[in-house]
């Protein structure tokens, strides 16, 4: 028996880059990345509230009818369900991986806490926790309706009325926004470090980019319910 066949197989390529700090950074930036793309759509599609039912109902219909005939109807949305869930159980994993191996390299803490990084950055974990927990009320809510007491199936323009038309749906929704908010200010600026697209001439523009999407996240989709409180949609 060789000296190959006695250490046994070699670990494939991904398998080694999963099993590494930068690998498992990687998996994050790029199913960040991902979720950041989903949240853009999902958001301008969110706005569709402002122009009526028929609008957004009828935005909602497309979405289960995109690509056919070539697709069995619904067939897009649920490839992009599969694709969502999966970047987001892999962004996850590595997170809380990575976790991990931040507390073991450092199993004792620190005797004083310095608060170098941003607040958002201090606040990634509890952040992902949050919004990790608002993605399975919002299923049951929006899309299966089991929480939502006054859903009609097929009419989403009056199940997202209903939604905000409780105190409990609003601050549920608007406290997952704002970690939103949070999340990807640092997120969008760590992914494009890891990915190695920082440099010193375009680090400030990619911070502004950040901060920007953000803000602009974070009000996009603050924006409907704070509309069906005001009443300004009803």
């Known amino acids: ?8 197989p070699r670990p494939s390529v991904l398998g080694t880059l999963w099993k590494s700090t930068i690998g498992k950074k990687v998996v994050m930036a790029v199913s960040g990345l991902i979720m950041l793309g989903y949240l853009v759509v999902h958001m301008l599609g969110n706005l569709k509230i402002f122009f009526g039912p028929a609008e957004f109902n009828g935005y909602a219909r497309w979405l289960r009818s995109l690509g056919e005939p070539v697709l069995h109807h619904e067939w897009a949305l649920w490839i992009f369900r599969v694709v969502l869930l999966a970047a987001v159980l892999l962004h996850g994993a590595c997170a809380y991986q990575l976790s991990r191996r931040d507390l073991g390299a450092r199993p004792v803490a620190y005797a004083r806490r310095r608060h170098r990084d941003s607040y958002a950055a201090r606040t990634m974990r509890w952040g992902g926790v949050i919004i ?43 406290t997952a926004v704002i970690a939103l908010g949070f999340h990807v200010r640092h997120g969008l600026w760590s992914a494009t470090q890891t990915l190695g697209l920082g440099s010193a001439a375009r680090d400030r523009a990619l911070r502004a980019l950040a901060n920007t999407l953000a803000v602009l996240l974070t009000l996009g989709f603050a924006a409907a319910p704070v509309a069906v409180m005001t009443e300004v949609v009803k």
């Not at 028996?1 to 046994?8: E, K």
């Open 1 to 8: 028996m060789d000296l190959a066949t006695r250490r046994g």
């Open 132 to 174: 990790g927990l608002f993605l399975v009320w919002h299923l049951l809510d929006l899309t299966t309706l089991t929480v939502n007491e006054r859903a009609w199936a097929g009419h989403p323009y009056e199940n997202v009325l209903a939604t905000f038309s409780t105190w409990y749906g609003n601050v549920i929704y608007l």
